[in-house]
């Protein structure tokens, strides 16, 4: 009997754990547990009702057929003119990438940029697909370490010491998926100063880019020297609860921008083009939706943390963007994944284990607030009573 084999490289992809995490939740709530959902990173506001309104004009008038397989020009502009207001990076429709999600663009950029013998440093604990989408394309992933005693922020000098002949793409999430952090201005500045003149390139994942409570991000795109060296991902479905509907995209010098493009053609011809139209009103419409849910978010937070940090053996540092807290766990004696199989088991909040953002996340427990307050009030208490019965 012949058996059925896939290509060697598939082992080297990995999947978002968080997901495993919910299926597991969601068969508990089968069997009648009650579970506080804290494990997924999306949003839990409804997508403005002016986007969906756009959506559905677009469907009416029949705007339903393929797109340019870059993104139709009017969202390509709206899109070059928000990374200028917003972001102060000079840019135009031509370097503007439209893409089904954001993941197309950790893909696309690590297969247009990335091949064996080189080397890719990447945030850890950070987004899981970067580790995985690195090795599918052959080159080899290197850990650059966001340390709690430095409220999540880059070693500078580890990460000089990392760089070498061999490093093509250094990844930067600012903030960060999933500590919250955010790196400052001199950080940003610290990095390009480091790959200035070298022909690194930087992918800047600035997908939560306007969910932040203090001061605003700084892209390093904007660094001198650094525009066309450097890819930016963004999208939609964090800023404006759009996660279902699937659209990204990036940012680049014209030359990755047609190799981008390429990629799509070969893949997925075009994103869908309502989606494309909704998204339009998304960034030219009213922001109101997008000021509220960011407010909600930061009470939020402030609760959350505020009452993780009361719980005896958790400390948890306070996150100044995105949706997460991670908490350290590491006094109670468990390994990240145990405890949070636990939490979700005998506590019943289901939560991600810090391991499953990379090496660097043992010893912490990723929360998503992207719940109501209410629930964030339960699932505190359901923490506080779990780690009680630990310490006995």
């Known amino acids: 009997m012949v058996q059925n084999r896939a290509a060697d490289r598939m082992s080297l992809l990995h999947t978002e754990s968080a997901f495993s995490i919910m299926q597991r939740a969601n068969a508990l709530e089968a069997q009648g547990k009650s579970v506080v959902h804290l494990e997924i990173g999306q949003p839990d506001f409804k997508t403005p009702q002016n986007v969906i309104d756009a959506a559905c004009q677009a469907l009416n008038e029949g705007k339903t057929g393929y797109t340019p397989t870059a993104g139709i020009p009017q969202l390509r502009e709206a ?75 880059v070693d500078l000098e580890r990460l000089k010491r990392d760089i070498n002949s061999k490093t093509k793409l250094i990844i930067v999430n600012n903030p960060s998926n999933p500590t919250g952090g955010v790196l400052s201005r001199e950080d940003i500045t610290a990095v390009a100063d480091m790959v200035r003149d070298k022909g690194i390139y930087v992918m800047s994942d600035e997908i939560y880019d306007r969910i932040i409570f203090g001061e605003k991000p700084v892209s390093i795109a904007t660094m001198p020297g650094m525009k066309d060296w450097t890819i930016i991902l963004d999208g939609f479905s964090k800023t404006f609860a759009m996660t279902g509907w699937r659209l990204g995209f990036g940012v680049m010098n014209k030359e990755l921008a047609a190799h981008m493009t390429m990629l799509m053609a070969n893949s997925n011809s075009c994103s869908a083009s309502m989606t494309q139209w909704a998204a339009i009103e998304a960034l030219q419409g009213p922001q109101d939706p997008v000021h509220k ?57 289901a939560a991600a284990g810090g391991t499953a953002f990379g090496e660097f996340g043992e010893g912490f427990i990723r929360l998503s607030y992207a719940n109501s307050l209410e629930n964030l009030k339960v699932a505190v208490d359901r923490i506080a009573k779990f780690t009680q019965t630990l310490a006995k």
């Open 79 to 153: 899109i070059a003119k928000h990374c200028h207001d917003y972001k102060n990076v000079e840019t135009d429709m031509e370097e503007v990438v439209v893409v089904p999600g954001g993941k197309p663009i950790m893909f696309y950029t690590l297969l247009m940029l990335a091949q064996p013998g080189d080397e890719v440093i990447y945030p850890n604990p950070g987004f899981p697909i970067y580790e995985s989408v690195i090795k599918f394309s052959g080159a080899k992933p290197v850990p650059m370490p966001l340390l709690e005693e430095k409220n999540f922020r």
């Open 293 to 349: 849910m960011v407010a909600a978010f930061k009470e939020r937070r402030d609760y959350l943390i505020g009452a993780l940090n009361a719980i005896d053996g958790v400390h948890c540092v306070l996150p100044e963007g995105a949706f997460y807290a991670f908490p350290s766990i590491s006094s109670f004696g468990l390994t990240s994944a145990q405890f949070a199989t636990r939490l979700l088991e005998e506590g019943g909040v």
